[in-house]
């Protein structure tokens, strides 16, 4: 027993959670996750507005949705999902204690339930890149994941426009245009993979850009897709923090003709990057 206040450290993942939220006493006596109906993760790729997205659906009374806890892995480890659900509620309170912050935004919802719920039926993780290398690692996780859960497993795929992202990214990784235009299509590859082996109803796909100009329809849509109300407060506070445009970053980098083409080459492989360009 006095394991579970001890820090888990798993050295794959970089984890570390110390139990502090709720004492586990109380987590035994309260059964916080037995009117849980779905099980949500992210998948896709770094820099492409999953944090914003996350704390909207945090932000809902009826969903827990952590911040970059890494979860698959730990399914992958082992850990029993009663454990997972409490360290994915830990890390969502934690976030909210630390301001739900990135680096230029906070991503707090005023009035609303970030970091704690009125009844739970949704929980899950934001964790999009990591959670595709896993799948890509592990193809069975995805089996284990569903026995392990017991309870439907949805997941969100949300798309920026690629020459943003691939900026973005390689603004962070500092590995260069070349090497960030391979990681990100490598990703693609590994969304369209996990395609083949999902029910398309479990995949709700999303671009970026369509959020930021069009937040409550989105999370309306989003709201259906989880089966949780979508109360108009809850709608207009999400919206109220919302940027009025999204970063155009590729704006911000000197792109050469030759990259601008090939990009849009590698665009025109898959379905859910229909519609973007260097241009629009």
Avoid at 41 to 54: A, C, K, W
Wanted: net charge positive; proline share 3%; with cysteine.
């Amino acid at each position: 027993m006095n394991n579970i206040y001890q820090k888990i450290s798993l050295k794959s993942t970089r984890i570390a959670d110390s139990f502090k939220y709720y004492t586990y006493e109380l987590f035994k006596k309260e059964d916080f996750f037995k009117s849980l109906e779905t099980y949500c993760m992210f998948i896709g790729y770094p820099r492409s507005g999953h944090s914003l997205l996350g704390s909207l659906l945090d932000a809902h009374p009826e969903i827990i949705l952590a911040h970059e806890s890494n979860a698959l892995r730990l399914f992958e480890r082992g850990f029993n999902a009663r454990k997972i659900y409490y360290l994915l509620l830990q890390n969502s309170h934690r976030h909210v204690k630390t301001g739900r912050r990135d680096i230029k935004y906070s991503y707090q919802v005023p009035h609303q339930w970030q970091g704690k719920f009125k009844t739970l039926k949704v929980i899950g993780d934001k964790k999009g890149s990591g959670s595709n290398r896993v799948i890509s690692d592990n193809p069975e996780i995805l089996n284990i994941l569903r026995d392990r859960v017991n309870i439907p497993v949805k997941f969100i795929h949300v798309t920026r426009n690629p020459y943003d992202n691939i900026t973005t990214m390689m603004f962070k990784n500092k590995k260069g245009l070349e090497y960030s235009i391979d990681s990100y299509f490598k990703k693609c590859e590994s969304v369209n993979n996990l395609k083949q082996k999902v029910d398309p109803k479990n995949i709700f796909d999303l671009k970026h850009e369509t959020l930021i100009y069009q937040p409550k329809d989105i999370l309306k849509q989003l709201c259906t897709f989880l089966n949780v109300e979508a109360t108009q407060d809850y709608l207009d506070d999400c919206a109220s923090i919302i940027f009025k445009s999204p970063n155009q970053t590729r704006f911000n980098f000197e792109w050469t003709k030759e990259s601008i083409d090939l990009v849009q080459s590698k665009i025109e492989r898959f379905d859910f990057l229909q519609g973007y360009s260097y241009e629009k």
